[in-house]
């Protein structure tokens, strides 16, 4: 399915090498958005490598169609909720403190920003590093048909009734996310499309990772540490875009040298605690205390 989607998806952007690999880095983006950022830029790289081949050795286009592919992963994967832990933490977080934000709401802020970051990836990959090859049909070089079997249409028809529980409002269906969350789970291990082998095979210590940021942000409210260690910095008499912008170097800074996941375990239930005193205090309000935490 991966590979028959790139294919199909690769189509429109022809056999320009720039277009292409703006193709290219547009369906990573759209992978990434409901797979994990690792896993998809390990199966789209894996597609590429005999491309790549095609190239001559001294054209410094190799470089960008290599880099395109982590470029891809990393953005796309703000444009969902699912699309990187990260997300989940924050969203999490949102709605135990009653700042509600559903999956189509991250949506509509989401994918403009991943766009937005696609095109400038673009431009900046194709100054850097000029290609020299004058066609190449990406799609073409992908082989491969789409299965028909009772098990592929199975996946087929569970991934497109996932994404449009989570992309319709709740009150349609009556399910959040979570509970949606929990359909392709059930129907894959039920029909074997998923068997044991597959499940000891996920990343667990990313889902422990994740899941120890939420035991942290519990245990720092539950013993009002966060409330003493936000009491103690007057942040109700800060200006909230000063905040804002210094949040977000840290948060970047962090970043460049750790694990994203963690950066967001560690910062979230903090910058939330101060969300709220400066709620509180009247210096912020609910849409500012939700861009904080995004």
Not at 78 to 99: C, D, H, R, S, V
């Amino acid at each position: 399915l991966d590979v028959n989607l790139a294919r199909v998806l690769l189509k429109p952007f022809g056999t320009n090498p720039k277009y292409v690999l703006l193709g290219l880095m547009s369906v990573t983006a759209v992978f990434s958005m409901f797979m994990s950022n690792t896993a998809t830029a390990a199966m789209m790289l894996a597609l590429l490598t005999p491309v790549l081949a095609l190239f001559k050795p001294e054209d410094r286009g190799r470089a960008a169609f290599a880099l395109c592919i982590p470029i891809g992963a990393n953005v796309g994967g703000i444009g969902t909720p699912i699309g990187t832990p990260p997300n989940a933490i924050a969203l999490k977080f949102m709605q135990e403190n009653g700042w509600n934000v559903t999956f189509g709401d991250w949506m509509m802020f989401g994918i403009p920003f991943v766009v937005i970051m696609l095109l400038i990836g673009w431009v900046i990959l194709i100054k850097m590093f000029p290609i020299d090859q004058k066609a190449l049909d990406l799609a073409k070089e992908m082989k491969g048909k789409f299965m028909t079997t009772p098990k592929a249409w199975v996946v087929y028809i569970t991934f497109i009734v996932t994404i449009l529980l989570w992309v319709i409002p709740k009150q349609y269906h009556g399910l959040d996310a979570n509970s949606v969350a929990i359909i392709p789970i059930a129907v894959f291990s039920v029909t074997g499309v998923i068997t044991k082998k597959d499940l000891k095979a996920m990343s667990w210590d990313v889902l422990w990772l994740v899941a120890g940021g939420f035991a942290l942000g519990v245990a720092l409210s539950e013993t009002n540490l966060a409330k003493d260690m936000i009491n103690a910095i007057p942040f109700g008499e800060w200006n909230s875009m000063l905040l804002l912008i210094g949040a977000s170097c840290i948060c970047l800074f962090m970043a460049t040298f750790m694990s994203h996941t963690a950066t967001a375990a560690l910062l979230v239930p903090i910058l939330g605690g101060v969300a709220s005193a400066m709620l509180a205090a009247g210096s912020m309000d609910g849409a500012g205390a939700v861009a904080l935490l995004v």
